[in-house]
């Protein structure tokens, strides 16, 4: 059994889903946003996107980068043109495609600094034999640098896609009785993700988090609970599990974070998100995991939320806005992470664990790189429902790099193991952690 070492670490009251200055209390003062807007969609017919830029604390990006990710089954291709932001700023948008993503990204021959506005335009084309009736679209892995080449914090918000028939397929121009019977039977109109690691399916595990996604559950402003126990109402807004109201930590008219029951594993979910105006939303059917184990990160960047223990910064290359420097080998560090799994004697869903309460049933393991080691301690963080503190303590042969690959796995009662997603963390030699800089994570910025 690990030995508890708490902080207090408020991380899942906060919308974006890496929760990066919650969660560990530092100010990030320069912060680059991408969101993707909403639009209609029928099958076999195609739909453009905008995606903004939103720059906040000073920031200003002279080049970008991002992942748009979808699936194949529902989007046969995608087009990208820049948009006045890009243009304004005589940047070229640049984008390269392969089955379920397009990356892009925005560069020009100047320092002119990309301004806040519609950055590109994404034209997606969809399947017009495709089943699903949504489809997720994802902007993730976003970096931005500066004139100086220095990295600014960044995230991205994707949309998902409601997708409606494409009437009169007899030729008429007229629906079809079984087209007439589609359009009006219900629909799951909301995808259950982790807020963590952005996987969707089964992400429910005892006392974890998850996220819903759609659009329509508010006309309110987005809200984030502010107080422990956490409410099962914000914006107006419930999530239901098996018809029990779930705490929730943040609702906006796109997203929903709540924390899912200490159920047992294996057991039926049936999740259900009560909009504001009274229409039950559904989700697809779901069972509760044993563990659904996610290393929270840095905007939709790689890089872990993997703190200094000793030095409240986060390990990564040194970044303009933000307390970083790469670890070394030696340092106690601290890993946030979600859906470890069962808890002995837990605390009950929305209310902070307290001392004693929080030991965990699944024995963890860490990999950094090729070497294993082995926590110091795994528990909830003291606080924060649903969010996981793992400490440990780099050894002397662990490998460096500034984007050194880690991530966990949970050893379950019967013999199977569970394994997060894989994340980074900046690792230096011994006495060069104070003068490692990044180089700029941009593909071919032209400059």
Known sequence: MYKAKFYRLLIGLFSNASLFAAACGLATAQQVALSLGSASAIRGKSVSL?????????????????TMAYPASAVSSVSVTGGAAATAASKNVTCSSGTGKTICIVFGAGDDTVGNGVLATATLNLAAGTA?????????????INGSDSVILASGTGRLIAIQPAFGSNGSGVATSQESSASSAPVSAATMFNPASSV????????GLASLSGEGFTSQAPQKATSLPLPTRLANVQVKLNGEAAPLLFASASQVNFQCPPLTPGSPLDVTLVAENGVAMTAPSSTMAAAA????????????????????QI???KTEGTPSR????????????????????AAPAGSPATDG????????????GDVQIAPESAEFAQGSPGVFQIDAQLPQNVPTGLAVPLH????????????SNQVTLAIAEAGDAATATPTPQLLSIAK
Not at 50 to 66: D, I
Not at 293 to 312: C, D, H, K, L, W
Not at 357 to 368: D, E, S
Not at 408 to 419: F, P, R, T
């Open 357 to 368: 309460q929080i030991q965990l049933r699944n024995q963890i393991r860490i990999f950094v």
């Open 293 to 312: 184990p996610s290393v929270f990160t840095v905007g939709e960047t790689t890089q872990g939320v993997i703190r200094i223990a000793s030095a409240n």
């Open 200 to 207: 969707a399916g089964d992400v429910c595990s005892p006392g």
């Open 50 to 66: 905008n995606l903004s830029l939103a720059t906040s604390g000073g920031a200003q990006p002279t080049a970008l980068q991002w």
């Open 326 to 345: 790469p670890a070394t080998p030696g340092d106690n560090v601290e890993i946030y992470a979600d859906g470890l799994g069962e808890a002995m004697k």
């Open 408 to 419: 966990i796995q949970v050893l379950l009662a019967d013999g199977s193991v569970a394994e």
């Open 132 to 144: 699903v009736i949504s489809a997720p679209v994802q902007v993730m892995s976003v970096a931005a």
């Open 315 to 317: 390990a990564m290359p």
